[in-house]
Nanobody, 120 residues
């Protein structure tokens, strides 16, 4: 069974930075694609960024150039570095792990979420 635990959320002013971490249990981490989602109040959950086991990354347009997803397989941890934060980035951020075969992204395991609030 895989468990994912996020940390690093908080309150930050517009233009500021935060780094989210997601620690995974289990031995499949290094073989698995990872992703970060977010859900703002009243909105659907959206996939923000993904990183494959071979370190290939993908982002939604609204965060390109500001957010960076990375992973450390030695620590079973995936990160989301968020710079130049905007109020519209305010959301609960979730990490997810793709434990299934195939090339198409799918979230099979979820973390509990961490709140990010961008406000002056």
């Amino acid at each position: 069974q895989v468990q994912l635990v996020e940390s690093g959320g908080g309150l930050v002013q517009p233009g500021g930075s935060l780094r989210l971490s997601c620690a995974a249990s289990g031995s499949i981490f290094r073989f698995s694609a990872m992703g970060w989602y977010r859900q703002a109040p009243g909105k659907e959950r959206e996939l923000v960024a993904t990183i494959t086991s071979s370190f290939s990354t993908n982002y939604i347009d609204s965060v390109k150039g500001r957010f960076t997803i990375s992973r450390d397989n030695a620590k079973n941890t995936v990160y989301l570095q968020m710079n130049s934060l905007k109020p519209e980035d305010t959301a609960v951020y979730y990490c997810a792990l793709k434990g299934s075969l195939g090339s198409q992204w799918r979230a099979d395991y979820w973390g509990q979420g961490t709140q990010v609030t961008v406000s002056a």
